[in-house]
């Protein structure tokens, strides 16, 4: 019987933030188009984003939140993030979000990465669910989800502001039975 290598898939892996990923943390984070899909509303300074890293906790049930790097195995390159956000260890479920450097979109490092995240969420973590909102018209992020067996099951009206208007977000669920 093979273990299961929660981790990693051969094309790529997940490991926790460390000091060298400062820089592409910095210019996601400051990358004022990526804000309206998250609740980011300000800049970050680097120290901010230094001392976020020095500070990092990995267990998710004591820091509630676990920030995971995408990593390309064969150059070793990071090209993205994973979080795990809002976990509630009594229901057993957690939000979900993921960032994937535009260098490496509609590659299918996504899909790779939310298939570990729910795989690790599932089996090592014992979660129920992830979760995840996603603005109506990120029709990207909305493949992306229901590829990896998320499902459309409410939608929020005017739920993030974009200037003066609102955009209404669907929300979004994986089980795990």
Same mark, same amino acid.
Request: negative net charge; contains cysteine.
């Given at each position: 019987?093979?273990?299961?290598?929660?981790?990693?898939?051969?094309?790529?892996?997940? +490991?926790?933030?460390?000091? #060298?990923?400062?820089?592409?943390?910095?210019? *996601?984070?400051?990358?004022?188009?990526? *804000?309206?899909? %998250?609740? =980011?509303?300000?800049? /970050?300074?680097? !120290?901010? @984003?230094?001392?976020?890293?020095?500070?990092?906790?990995?267990?998710?049930?004591?820091? +509630?939140?676990? +920030?995971?790097?995408?990593?390309?195995?064969?150059?070793?390159?990071?090209? %993205? =993030?994973?979080?795990?956000?809002?976990?509630?260890?009594?229901?057993?479920? $957690? %939000?979900?979000? @993921?960032?994937?450097?535009?260098?490496?979109?509609?590659?299918? #490092?996504? $899909?790779? =990465?939310?298939?570990?995240?729910?795989?690790?969420?599932?089996?090592?973590?014992?979660?129920?669910?992830?979760?995840?909102? @996603?603005?109506?018209?990120?029709?990207?992020?909305?493949?992306?989800?229901?590829?990896?067996? /998320? !499902? @459309?099951? %409410?939608?929020?009206?005017? *739920?993030? +502001?974009?200037?003066?208007?609102?955009?209404?977000?669907?929300?979004?669920?994986?089980?795990?039975?």
């Amino acid at each position: 019987m093979n273990t299961p290598h929660y981790l990693h898939d051969g094309a790529i892996m997940l +490991r926790c933030p460390e000091p #060298y990923d400062l820089d592409i943390i910095y210019s *996601w984070e400051n990358d004022t188009e990526l *804000w309206t899909e %998250g609740s =980011a509303n300000a800049p /970050f300074t680097r !120290k901010i @984003i230094e001392e976020y890293i020095d500070s990092y906790n990995p267990d998710i049930y004591s820091a +509630r939140q676990l +920030r995971l790097m995408i990593v390309k195995i064969d150059t070793m390159e990071t090209i %993205g =993030a994973a979080d795990l956000y809002e976990f509630d260890p009594h229901n057993r479920r $957690a %939000g979900v979000g @993921i960032i994937i450097d535009r260098r490496f979109q509609r590659m299918g #490092y996504g $899909a790779r =990465a939310l298939t570990l995240l729910s795989e690790y969420s599932r089996d090592m973590l014992g979660m129920h669910q992830l979760h995840a909102t @996603i603005a109506v018209d990120n029709e990207a992020s909305l493949r992306l989800f229901q590829k990896s067996e /998320f !499902k @459309i099951c %409410g939608r929020y009206r005017s *739920w993030v +502001r974009r200037g003066a208007h609102y955009v209404d977000v669907f929300a979004l669920q994986r089980l795990f039975t």
